[in-house]
């Protein structure tokens, strides 16, 4: 019998397509993982993505899983499309008609209501959601043909502009408004009518697209619901660095995992380094803090050269560990 390879430490970004959930999409890379030939890995996933979702689902192996958490709380930008007319129980594709409406807004109406969606928001999340209501999954309730009363949530919407405007800001002054009416104002000009409107929204953690499709139809005077979501970043991960399900199946049959993982602290981009020597990160590792530290205060990322060593919060000079890493000190 061969020599299992070491777990390895990092992340793997999936494009995960329709269809799969995220828990199916761990319980695949761990299959994939153990078919090439590594030993026992620890795999998480940095925030789930529904199954009629698509896009970037950061997974965690190994000691990475640690800052899966953190990735949790991190912003999220979606694409997605909203089809005016119909409602559904689930507010997309998946569920049952419970509302029609013959009303198309106009273009120019949805451009002047996107900036009434930015900002601090409040929502109510769908009723088919993971969230519990009294123990149990608000989406079991409603399977179950119960009413779901979820209470109210407030949720930060970044931003929020047409996907058009991704890939030419000039369109934006296309829309742009004087007094809630695009300009310049032709009285004459027929009005463009949208059956459906591809928008980008960079949320925080928490918010349901969902229901700000449904929220956005309904302050158009009309009812939508989604017919296409795609995540194209989590966290620091964006759709550039995602790999294909064909692609992370090939480790399976023996493809370097290295030329797929991107490291550890990729998920750490925003966070300062605190360079540390042998003696201080021995003294982290037993778990020790530091003192009297010239660095202002805040989040560190504690490293003995180029390993991770531990997630250190500083503050008046003294450094305490929130998380430490078990990582060899000589790279692989």
């Not at 090439?36 to 890995?41: E, L, M, N, S």
Request: proline residues 6%; aromatic residues 6%; negative net charge.
């Amino acid at each position: 019998m061969s020599e299992l390879k070491p777990a390895p430490h990092g992340w793997l970004i999936l494009d995960k397509p329709r269809g799969l959930g995220s828990t199916q999409a761990v319980g695949m890379v761990k299959r994939v993982l153990r078919q090439g030939g590594f030993a026992k890995t620890k795999v998480g996933h940095g925030g789930t993505l529904d199954p009629l979702a698509e896009g970037v689902l950061p997974i965690a192996l190994g000691e990475a899983t640690k800052l899966a958490g953190r990735m949790l709380d991190a912003s999220k930008i979606y694409e997605f499309t909203v089809q005016f007319g119909e409602e559904t129980d689930t507010l997309d594709t998946e569920g049952e008609v419970i509302a029609r409406s013959d009303r198309r807004p106009p273009m120019a109406a949805v451009a002047a209501i996107l900036e009434y969606f930015t900002g601090e928001i409040e929502q109510v999340p769908p009723a088919y959601s993971a969230i519990k209501v009294d123990g149990k999954r608000a989406y079991d309730r409603a399977r179950a043909g119960e009413e779901v009363e979820i209470n109210t949530r407030r949720v930060t919407v970044h931003s929020l502009q047409f996907a058009s405007e991704r890939f030419d800001p000039e369109l934006r002054s296309a829309f742009q408004t004087t007094t809630g009416r695009p300009d310049p104002y032709d009285p004459s000009a027929p009005l463009e009518l949208a059956e459906s409107v591809t928008l980008i929204a960079h949320v925080s953690k928490g918010t349901y697209i969902r229901s700000l499709a449904r929220d956005i139809a309904h302050a158009l005077g009309t009812c939508g619901h989604v017919t296409y979501l795609r995540r194209i970043k989590a966290g620091p991960f964006t759709e550039k660095q995602a790999i294909s399900l064909d692609k992370c199946e090939e480790i399976a049959k023996g493809a370097s995992l290295q030329d797929l993982l991107l490291p550890l602290e990729a998920g750490l981009d925003d966070i300062p380094a605190l360079q540390l020597d042998s003696v201080s990160a021995q003294a982290v590792r037993q778990g020790r803090v530091l003192t009297e530290l010239p660095q202002s205060d805040g989040l560190y990322l504690a490293r003995l050269g180029n390993v991770p060593v531990a997630l250190m919060e500083l503050t008046a000079g003294t450094a305490k560990v929130v998380r430490g890493f078990n990582l060899p000190d000589v790279a692989e």
